[in-house]
């Protein structure tokens, strides 16, 4: 397998415009999850999916960012419209319900300029 | 919810020196508490984990201590070489290792 795979890699967009951040689990997992990384609050836990449902939203920020996972090898999270601040590293991870190590992607650095 | 602080925020260390970091969590439900190293421009990745029915854990120069009551786990890095340098973040989970949730991470930098 060749692990949980996110793209793209770099992201660099214009203020107000859409951005969608796309994610492929490993296979086999039933958990989803995405995070973004800053410098200043580290890890933070945005959404995650069971069975490519939402259990707990909590952590996304605010109405501009949306998530979806319609089948279970394939999950976006959107950003519309993006601001600035939004500037971070995103990553996917996956795991099995019963295994807990989850498996991070390589990441995708978004920069809204 | 559950959550997580960690300190320091960084750490340097000579060469050889051990090295502490220190987490508590919130959430006395939570029952699984990995630890993941984050090198520069890379993804995390597990080093080492315990749960909630073992006090202590060790593999090779890593350890890991868990104090169920306090709610407290720390890292320990012994004879610390310049690859260990990286971001360290403790998690902790609940039940089903469902939900992770991340501590801020700690920067060890191990300097030759």
């Known amino acids: 397998d060749a692990g949980v795979i996110q793209s793209p890699r770099h992201e660099v967009t214009e203020m107000g415009q859409e951005v969608t951040l796309r994610c492929k689990p490993i296979?086999?997992?039933?958990?989803l999850f995405w995070y973004r990384q800053t410098m200043m609050r580290g890890l933070e836990l945005l959404i995650y999916?069971?069975?490519?449902?939402?259990?707990?939203d909590s952590g996304m920020p605010e109405d501009r960012f949306s998530a979806k996972m319609p089948n279970a090898s394939f999950s976006t999270l959107k950003i519309q419209p993006s601001e600035p601040r939004d500037s971070a590293v995103y990553f996917c991870?996956?795991?099995?319900?019963?295994?807990?190590?989850?498996?991070f992607g390589q990441g995708t650095r978004l920069t809204v300029v | 919810g559950e959550n997580v602080e960690q300190h320091p925020s960084t750490l340097s260390v000579q060469e050889g020196d051990s090295a502490v970091i220190k987490c508590t969590y919130s959430?006395?439900?939570?029952?699984?508490f990995p630890w993941y190293k984050q090198e520069l421009g890379k993804r995390p990745q597990l080093i080492i984990d315990?749960?909630?029915?073992?006090g202590e854990k060790k593999d090779q120069r890593i350890a890991v201590t868990l104090n169920k009551t306090a709610k407290h786990f720390s890292l320990h890095i012994t004879e610390t070489q310049p690859e260990d340098s990286a971001v360290y973040f403790c998690?902790?989970?609940?039940?089903?290792?469902?939900?992770?949730?991340f501590g801020t991470g700690t920067r060890l930098l191990v300097s030759p």
């Open positions: 991870a996956s795991h099995l319900y019963g295994a807990p190590e989850a498996f």
């Open positions: 296979s086999g997992h039933d958990y």
């Open positions: 999916f069971n069975n490519n449902v939402p259990i707990d």
């Open positions: 959430d006395s439900a939570s029952n699984y």
């Open positions: 315990i749960r909630s029915n073992v």
């Open positions: 998690a902790a989970s609940n039940t089903g290792f469902q939900k992770l949730v």
